[in-house]
């Protein structure tokens, strides 16, 4: 290679004549670097420069055919689709779409089953509070357990105006400790499904201690069925990091609560499982 004249970066004592270019500047200019006739040495790099006047060192551009276009085009798009697509994959909404699907096979695939019950409770309150109504209904909804209970403490006016049940209605229901070997015999063998599991268990368990009963485990048992609604409905809370959970607009009672958690059920089995994707897949 010929020895090059070397020069200066601009705005320096030595810097290069206004004639020579850079290969951005030639590019602009319509012209192709072909020989270099100067160079600015930097620290990270150094800066080739051309003359466009000399035909040794730069050459106009040629014009691409009609051919060359079109592949030209056909790569841009391609590239576009692929950006697209790995911008979705890597996107919240890629991750709910997949929990989504997640819920729907679920579902399906526990409707194929047998081996579950849904159970749910009305109460006294939300904290230290008692069991005032249970249901325990089959995968099919046939009622297992449906009864009234008698609580040992009274039950405040705002719960009453919720689910309805007053102390009047209870008074003559059996107590807790009556009706729990019920409750052991309904779940014996079967895995658990609730709608907001984590706070009726925490009142079975209350009410077991409460009269010191036996333990029953529950904790490899159960499914959550208010979790996965909130997955498949797929209402994404960056406050909370998670999903937002909706209320199950069952009637407040416990045998309707549990029908209307089955439908839950029903209706996520019922949505399309098919992965949607909102851009093209890349080839």
């Given at each position: 290679m ?22 951005k ?50 790569n ?28 729907i096979r ?53 719960v ?46 209350y ?50 609560d ?26």
């Amino acid at each position: 290679m010929d020895k090059l004249d070397e020069y200066k970066w601009w705005g320096k004592p030595g810097e290069p004549p206004e004639n020579l270019k850079t290969k951005k500047q030639l590019a602009e200019l319509g012209l192709s670097p072909l020989k270099a006739v100067g160079i600015i040495r930097a620290q990270k790099y150094d800066v080739l420069l051309y003359d466009p006047d000399n035909p040794e060192s730069c050459r106009p551009k040629r014009k691409p055919t009609e051919k060359q276009l079109e592949t030209l085009a056909a790569n841009r798009e391609k590239a576009r689709i692929k950006r697209e697509y790995n911008d979705w994959y890597n996107s919240r909404e890629r991750l709910i779409e997949q929990d989504r699907v997640a819920a729907i096979r679920w579902a399906r695939d526990e409707l194929t089953r047998d081996d579950w019950v849904i159970l749910d409770t009305e109460t006294t309150g939300l904290h230290n509070a008692e069991i005032v109504e249970i249901a325990i209904v089959t995968h099919t909804g046939e009622p297992l357990l449906n009864t009234l209970i008698k609580p040992s403490i009274p039950i405040p006016a705002d719960v009453v105006a919720i689910h309805g049940i007053s102390d009047e209605m209870v008074a003559d229901a059996p107590i807790f400790p009556e009706i729990y070997p019920q409750i052991v015999q309904a779940l014996e063998g079967k895995r658990c499904f609730i709608y907001n599991a984590a706070f009726d268990i925490k009142i079975l368990n209350y009410c077991r201690n409460l009269h010191k009963l036996k333990s029953f485990n529950l904790s490899k048992r159960y499914e959550c069925i208010m979790e996965w609604h909130a997955q498949w409905a797929g209402d994404w809370s960056d406050y909370h990091e998670g999903y937002k959970w909706h209320p199950l607009h069952g009637g407040h009672r416990a045998l309707g609560d549990c029908l209307a958690a089955l439908e839950r059920i029903k209706r996520i089995a019922a949505d399309d499982d098919k992965f949607h994707c909102p851009v093209p897949r890349p080839e």
